[in-house]
């Protein structure tokens, strides 16, 4: 399989396209030129891609004439922090910016999140280019234009909606990630299914595993209808005051979760998301909204794939309930002091509530701890 796909978000004038397939940083160049205008490129990167990918993309934009500069940060969830933004905004200042310059963020949801929240507020906001290379940003955080850095009270609590102008996603360069990496990312990907669209979990039960592995065709599919699903609802409601909320489905558990660990590698991002989807699942099944049936299949399905399905699944951790749900109250989706949850009425059922008993939230979170 060779080549690539097209989406687009529909966002009038600020719409964008999203490019899915093989061989795509091979030919970056050619689809970034047009929005340089001959003008300086900020490629910025961390450690560990520079070291697997920045040549094959150096070659690209020399290929297309495009003049550039590369910017390696550290990798890691603690580059995505007040430190790191600072230092890489004055390096760009330093390095003579210009409000036609055009950044690009190379690298996994850390860097598209810090580089976009950078390019929205430098010289009141520059254009800027996603090259997602995990399987988490490029199914979910380079798409939508949600950036933002984390601060210790919690996770994203700083940021600005900031729509990129390209998304490149190549799905060879994933070939290089940690399998940890890709079943991180594998969690977004449910997510979509376990949203409003079943059908699409119903084919990742029979081959998730496919995608995970690296079938060429499995893992387009997968991206392709992921992009889809949440460009979609973008269009609908960029700035997440309705539909776009469905989004965070496990993520008010998952972002505690990684709080309380410090945003520490003993859990990674799609990893808390994994938890938290099975979480908001037996959240539901506990208070007679959905199945019980239904989030045994989500459990069964993360657990079949490889993913943490529970608190007991991070080693070594003396989980506070207490300290968990005082996370979940200081997150950006609570609304007049209430938490927002996004619980379910089934597989592809999803809704958001703020109306839960955080006894019963308690209640379950104690039910793992002791399990």
Not at 46 to 57: G, I, N, P
Not at 80 to 96: G, I, P, V
Not at 156 to 183: C, I, M, W, Y
Not at 302 to 307: N, P, W
């Amino acid at each position: 399989m060779s080549g690539y796909e097209t989406l687009r978000v529909e966002l009038g004038e600020r719409g964008y396209d999203i490019l899915v397939g093989e061989g795509l940083l091979a030919t970056a160049g050619e689809h970034i030129a047009p929005f340089t205008g001959g003008r300086r490129l900020f490629v910025v990167t961390d450690e560990q891609v520079a070291k697997a990918h920045l040549a094959a993309l150096e070659r690209a934009l020399d290929a297309a004439g495009v003049a550039y500069e590369a910017l390696i940060l550290p990798p890691g969830e603690g580059t995505k922090d007040f430190s790191h933004l600072e230092s890489l905004t004055h390096r760009l200042l330093a390095m003579n910016l210009e409000r036609g310059s055009l950044l690009a963020a190379f690298g996994g949801g850390v860097i598209g999140d810090l580089v976009g929240f950078a390019a929205s507020v430098l010289l009141r906001g520059l254009d800027f280019i996603q090259i997602p290379t995990t399987l988490l940003a490029q199914v979910d955080s380079s798409v939508g234009g949600k950036t933002g850095i984390n601060a210790p009270q919690g996770k994203n609590l700083v940021g600005s909606f900031h729509q990129p102008r390209l998304v490149l996603a190549d799905t060879e360069v994933l070939s290089t990630l940690p399998k940890r990496e890709l079943l991180a990312g594998y969690a977004e990907v449910v997510k979509y299914g376990l949203i409003n669209d079943p059908g699409f979990f119903q084919w990742l039960e029979d081959h998730g595993l496919a995608v995970i592995e690296g079938d060429p065709a499995a893992r387009r599919r997968a991206i392709l209808t992921s992009c889809a699903a949440k460009a979609a609802i973008v269009a609908e409601d960029e700035r997440e005051s309705g539909v776009r909320a469905l989004l965070n489905l496990g993520h008010t558990f998952g972002h505690a979760l990684e709080a309380e660990l410090g945003y520490d590698e003993r859990l990674l991002h799609g990893e808390a998301v994994a938890i938290g989807l099975v979480l908001a699942f037996e959240l539901s099944a506990g208070l007679g909204l959905c199945p019980a049936t239904d989030a045994a299949a989500v459990r069964r399905h993360m657990a079949a794939v490889g993913l943490p399905t529970d608190l007991e699944s991070v080693p070594d951790v003396a989980w506070c309930v207490e300290a968990l749900i005082d996370h979940m109250g200081r997150d950006k989706k609570v609304r007049d002091g209430k938490i927002s949850f996004v619980l379910v009425r089934g597989i592809g059922e999803a809704f958001v509530t703020a109306d839960v008993d955080l006894d019963e939230v308690a209640a379950l979170l104690t039910g793992q701890i002791a399990a």
